[in-house]
């Protein structure tokens, strides 16, 4: 079974994006912060990360880079989820080592394409 870790601290947004992912049989992690995240990934190796950029403490850009930039962790994809939707957050995003970028709302039809893209 597939895993996702999800980090986000809205609960709908979270309520959202696990629906998406149980209804195609995935397995849910959820992390409110930056910092359970990066506990979890000292341990685990989820399929796909969905991060938030407006989290408690570390930012999601922050969170990106760790992940990106650890040899354990640089190879899951990671999936910018944020209501953050200018051009600079995108390129942002990116820069920081993102694989994707969607926009919130999330629409099941985008996140579907992304699923697509980055798990085969």
């Not at 944020?82 to 990116?94: A, E, Q």
């Amino acid at each position: 079974m597939a895993t996702a870790l999800i980090v986000e601290d809205v609960q709908t947004d979270l309520m959202i994006l696990t629906s998406y992912l149980e209804t195609l049989g995935w397995r849910v992690v959820a992390a409110v912060n930056g910092e359970e995240a990066l506990t979890y990934l000292n341990t685990n190796k989820p399929d796909i990360v969905f991060l938030d950029i407006v989290l408690p403490g570390r930012s999601g850009f922050e969170i990106c880079r760790a992940i990106k930039s650890q040899t354990n962790t640089q190879k899951i994809p990671v999936v910018i989820c944020s209501t953050k939707n200018t051009d600079m957050d995108r390129f942002w995003g990116l820069k920081q080592g993102a694989d994707l970028y969607l926009a919130k709302p999330v629409n099941r039809h985008d996140f579907m394409n992304v699923l697509e893209k980055l798990v085969n």
